[in-house]
């Protein structure tokens, strides 16, 4: 059994296995869009922070310029990861979760997602509202449309989040 174990691990070091990452390819049933319209919320709110960062004026102190930037580095870094993430769920619902017979339900669904996935790109490589509310937009119809598949009724609300924006939310009574 020691041989074995050594010769499976020398095996292992030689030709490693990759690392595989996904949501659930087995499927497991559990999806949902409020991800990726959460990831579209954090794009607008870091949007807003940057937009209300103030610059530091000529006359700023070293302390003052650091800070700024520090705030704006970490803004667009999160800003950036959460436009990914928002890319990540989208094909996630598209690839593992929308089948073809919702395609024929929704003929829209196919642009729908491929408008979602250049939003999220757009959102990273942009820090303008228009771009980051483009990814909610979207997010909010992809999740009209999923929850429609499951039988689900939805409704539209102001978001409880600092963003203070529409979300479609399932009507679970």
């Known amino acids: 059994m020691a041989l074995l174990r050594f010769l499976l691990s020398a095996l292992d070091r030689l030709s490693p296995a990759e690392v595989?990452?996904?949501?659930?390819d087995i499927p497991c049933g559990i999806y949902d869009p409020h991800?990726?319209?959460?990831?579209?919320?954090?794009?607008?709110?870091?949007v807003d922070l940057i937009a209300q960062l103030e610059k530091p004026g000529p006359n700023a102190t070293a302390d003052e310029r650091q800070e700024y930037e520090v705030k704006l580095s970490r803004y667009?870094?999160?800003?950036?990861?959460?436009?990914e993430l928002y890319k990540n769920e989208v094909r996630i619902l598209w690839g593992d979760y929308f089948k073809p017979?919702?395609?024929?339900?929704?003929?829209?669904?196919?642009?729908?997602v491929w408008k979602g996935l250049k939003a999220g790109s757009k959102g990273r490589q942009d820090t303008t509202l228009s771009a980051a509310e483009e990814m909610l937009t979207i997010a909010n119809e992809l999740a009209t449309i999923f929850w429609k598949t499951q039988g689900i009724a939805t409704y539209?609300?102001?978001?409880?989040?600092?963003?203070g924006r529409q979300t479609v939310y399932p009507r679970i009574a």
């Not at 991800?35 to 919320?41: E, G, I, M, R, V």
């Not at 667009?76 to 436009?83: D, G, I, L, M, S």
């Open 101 to 112: 017979e919702h395609a024929r339900q929704f003929p829209g669904l196919n642009d729908l």
């Open 156 to 163: 539209t609300a102001k978001s409880p989040y600092a963003t």
């Open 35 to 46: 991800n990726a319209q959460l990831a579209a919320h954090t794009v607008i709110r870091m």
């Open 76 to 83: 667009v870094a999160t800003k950036e990861h959460y436009a």
């Open 20 to 24: 595989a990452y996904a949501h659930c």
